[in-house]
């Protein structure tokens, strides 16, 4: 094929339409360097500014005179290039990780807001093998994604519709160790799809219209799931067995690099159907929250500063916390405004719910963990709510409930108001 037929398809795809500046992940294969001679002369047309990024897995004799060549490459084109190498035990899971972390880092350093690998149809039909052979869930099938976005950096993987002989024979570097059976992918590559190419000559092609069918599928069931409210499960149990198990897969997929084991997964199904209220830690700093018939998926939140989590609020004062303003004496007006009657003797406290936290009700005293469970407050609530603190005593538990210290205070000549505003609405 001509260098402007591979042009024209990326032109034509516009996958880098929103970037101006991009890495590329340099190994100095066939595939990458092809990629690289592309988008080198092809800068002005694409309308990007190419940085080079290339790792030294230090596991060849040939890996640092590679390394070399290619700063002289780099050179000669008059681009940057960054290079690590590769330190610790040596697998290919952890070089994949060592190589995308160090991308992350150039792509924060350089400010490029997309990375570009040469991943190859090739490469895909490999990938959907091995996925099939592992037992992966049918989602994977569909294999590696022309563009992903992770952690804000758009992935970009231009040449996943051409096949290796359809690249120039240009110079790169051979590595003899791709003909060894020592990787997985390796015998994928060597012997297993050459075996079964005897029996189907189209296994290639068979295997990437699976992929695509697969995918076709997938985007068939978000499109039609678009006014389903996942997250209620009332609603979610309204479906049967088979369709709640397809329509969580497809809510999960919009959390990349969750990727949930399908022993994960129905843990997951089982926390939904028998938990009232749980959080569950799943992978990759995600986290499961179920509160009551509702649920949701998402990062754990950084524990707060302890300092900010309690305020000292003193008569004729106003203070901000947790999306509310707090008036002490002075009054506000608003259909939003609610009051909570304490005294003017002594200044106020104003956080959130501490371990072994009582509240005086009707007389007698109730721990607020089993007020929430009563009244099944969700957790999330339970953690946020604003506490009102006076005397050493819960005064109110902001829009929940309020103690007999309050209703005591409203006959007291010293009694004033607290006077709050939701201002986060």
Same mark, same amino acid.
């Given at each position: 094929?001509?260098?402007?037929?591979?042009?024209?398809?990326?032109?034509?795809?516009?996958?880098?339409?929103?970037?101006?500046?991009?890495?590329?992940?340099?190994?100095?294969? @066939?595939?990458?360097?092809?990629?690289?001679?592309? @988008?080198? %002369?092809?800068?002005?047309? @694409?309308?990007?500014?190419?940085?080079?990024?290339?790792?030294?897995?230090?596991?060849?004799?040939?890996?640092?005179?590679?390394?070399?060549?290619?700063?002289?490459?780099?050179?000669?084109?008059?681009?940057?290039?960054?290079?690590?190498?590769?330190?610790?035990?040596?697998?290919?899971?952890?070089?994949?990780?060592?190589?995308?972390?160090?991308?992350?880092?150039?792509?924060?350093?350089?400010?490029?807001?997309?990375?570009?690998?040469?991943?190859?149809?090739?490469?895909?039909?490999?990938?959907?093998?091995?996925?099939?052979?592992?037992?992966?869930?049918?989602?994977?099938?569909?294999?590696?994604?022309?563009?992903?976005?992770?952690?804000?950096?758009?992935?970009?993987?231009?040449? @996943?519709?051409? /096949?290796?002989?359809?690249?120039?024979?240009?110079? /790169?570097?051979?590595?003899?160790?791709?003909?060894?059976?020592?990787?997985?992918?390796?015998?994928?590559?060597?012997?297993?799809?050459?075996?079964?190419?005897?029996?189907?000559?189209?296994?290639?092609?068979?295997?990437?219209?699976?992929?695509?069918?697969?995918?076709?599928?997938?985007? %068939?069931? %978000?499109?039609?799931?678009?006014?389903?409210?996942?997250?209620?499960?009332?609603?979610?149990?309204?479906?049967?067995?088979?369709?709640?198990?397809?329509?969580?897969?497809?809510?999960?997929?919009?959390?990349?690099?969750?990727?949930?084991?399908?022993?994960?997964?129905?843990?997951?199904?089982?926390?939904?159907?028998?938990?009232?209220?749980?959080? /569950?830690?799943?992978?990759?700093?995600?986290?499961?929250?179920?509160?009551?018939?509702?649920?949701?998926? $998402?990062?754990?939140?950084?524990?707060?500063?302890?300092?900010?989590?309690?305020?000292?609020?003193?008569?004729?004062?106003?203070?901000?916390?947790?999306?509310?303003?707090?008036?002490?004496?002075?009054?506000?007006?608003?259909?939003?405004?609610?009051?909570?009657?304490?005294?003017?003797?002594?200044?106020? /406290?104003?956080? $959130?719910?501490?371990?072994?936290?009582?509240?005086?009700?009707?007389?007698?005293?109730?721990?607020?963990?089993?007020?929430?469970?009563?009244?099944?407050?969700?957790?999330?609530?339970?953690?946020?709510?604003?506490?009102?603190?006076?005397?050493?005593?819960?005064?109110?538990?902001?829009?929940?409930?309020?103690?007999?210290?309050?209703?005591? %205070?409203?006959?007291?000549?010293?009694?004033?108001?607290?006077?709050?505003?939701?201002?986060?609405?």
């Amino acid at each position: 094929m001509r260098e402007q037929d591979f042009l024209n398809h990326f032109l034509r795809k516009e996958y880098f339409k929103k970037h101006s500046k991009v890495v590329l992940a340099l190994s100095g294969g @066939l595939d990458s360097m092809f990629l690289f001679q592309l @988008l080198s %002369t092809y800068q002005n047309e @694409l309308g990007i500014e190419l940085i080079l990024a290339h790792v030294n897995h230090k596991q060849r004799r040939e890996s640092d005179w590679e390394e070399n060549e290619l700063r002289k490459l780099a050179d000669a084109a008059e681009l940057p290039i960054y290079i690590t190498s590769f330190s610790g035990d040596f697998s290919e899971a952890r070089a994949r990780e060592f190589r995308y972390d160090f991308f992350r880092k150039i792509m924060k350093e350089v400010g490029a807001t997309a990375l570009v690998t040469a991943h190859h149809a090739d490469d895909q039909v490999e990938t959907i093998l091995m996925r099939l052979i592992r037992g992966s869930r049918l989602r994977h099938l569909t294999g590696i994604k022309e563009s992903q976005v992770v952690d804000d950096i758009e992935i970009i993987r231009p040449l @996943l519709q051409f /096949h290796k002989k359809d690249f120039s024979p240009i110079f /790169h570097f051979e590595d003899q160790t791709n003909q060894e059976s020592t990787y997985f992918r390796n015998r994928i590559r060597n012997r297993y799809i050459p075996e079964l190419e005897k029996e189907n000559p189209r296994l290639k092609s068979a295997l990437l219209d699976l992929g695509r069918e697969i995918s076709d599928y997938q985007a %068939t069931i %978000t499109e039609l799931s678009k006014q389903i409210d996942v997250e209620d499960l009332n609603e979610l149990f309204s479906y049967s067995q088979q369709t709640q198990g397809i329509l969580l897969q497809n809510y999960l997929n919009q959390f990349p690099d969750l990727n949930l084991t399908k022993a994960q997964f129905d843990e997951v199904r089982q926390i939904l159907a028998r938990k009232s209220q749980y959080r /569950h830690p799943l992978k990759n700093g995600y986290e499961l929250i179920k509160e009551y018939q509702n649920f949701r998926v $998402c990062k754990i939140s950084p524990q707060a500063d302890e300092k900010e989590d309690e305020l000292v609020l003193h008569y004729q004062n106003q203070v901000r916390y947790k999306g509310y303003l707090f008036s002490f004496g002075i009054p506000i007006e608003g259909n939003f405004v609610q009051k909570v009657t304490v005294s003017r003797e002594t200044s106020v /406290h104003i956080r $959130c719910r501490k371990p072994g936290d009582i509240i005086t009700l009707n007389g007698h005293r109730k721990k607020l963990r089993r007020l929430f469970i009563d009244l099944k407050i969700p957790i999330e609530k339970r953690k946020t709510t604003p506490i009102i603190e006076q005397f050493g005593e819960i005064v109110s538990i902001l829009g929940i409930a309020t103690s007999d210290l309050s209703k005591n %205070t409203k006959n007291d000549i010293m009694n004033t108001v607290i006077y709050i505003e939701k201002i986060d609405r």
